[in-house]
């Protein structure tokens, strides 16, 4: 397969949020260019992650049972997930030291302030999509 094919190739987004309004509003604004795998909690996530190998992951911070600083500290421990950029969706305030210094620590790559712009999205996605292809 040529650069060409390849670039034809649709991108696999991988979104994990407990809220279902925020997976379908999500599915709906992407799933047109990407292929959008939605699941609901932390656990799930993970469990995808392993048998999909999206090419980006966009993780909620405040869930359930499991929270994603853990899932993203838990993708990042994985040989098979390590490399999978996460992009931290939330309605958390990045400016507070706390969720600042958590995010650097687990590894995300970028963060997106909830409510979000649909072009802040999309952009954030092809921003970060394009530097892991540089990268590979």
């Not at 620590?105 to 409510?115: E, L, S």
Request: glycine residues 4%.
């Amino acid at each position: 397969m040529d650069n060409r094919d390849k670039s034809l190739i649709k991108k696999t987004i991988l979104v994990i949020d407990d809220i279902q309004a925020n997976l379908e509003t999500t599915n709906a604004i992407l799933g047109r260019d990407y292929n959008v795998i939605t699941t609901n909690n932390g656990i799930d996530g993970l469990q995808l992650s392993q048998s999909i190998i999206p090419d980006l992951i966009l993780l909620d911070i405040m869930m359930p049972d499991m929270d994603g600083y853990e899932v993203c500290e838990k993708l990042k421990i994985n040989s098979n997930t390590k490399n999978i950029p996460v992009i931290f969706i939330s309605s958390l305030d990045l400016e507070e030291e706390n969720t600042k210094i958590k995010k650097l620590k687990c590894g995300t790559v970028d963060f997106i302030h909830k409510p979000f712009e649909i072009s802040t999205l999309r952009n954030t996605i092809i921003r970060t999509l394009n530097r892991k292809n540089q990268l590979n």
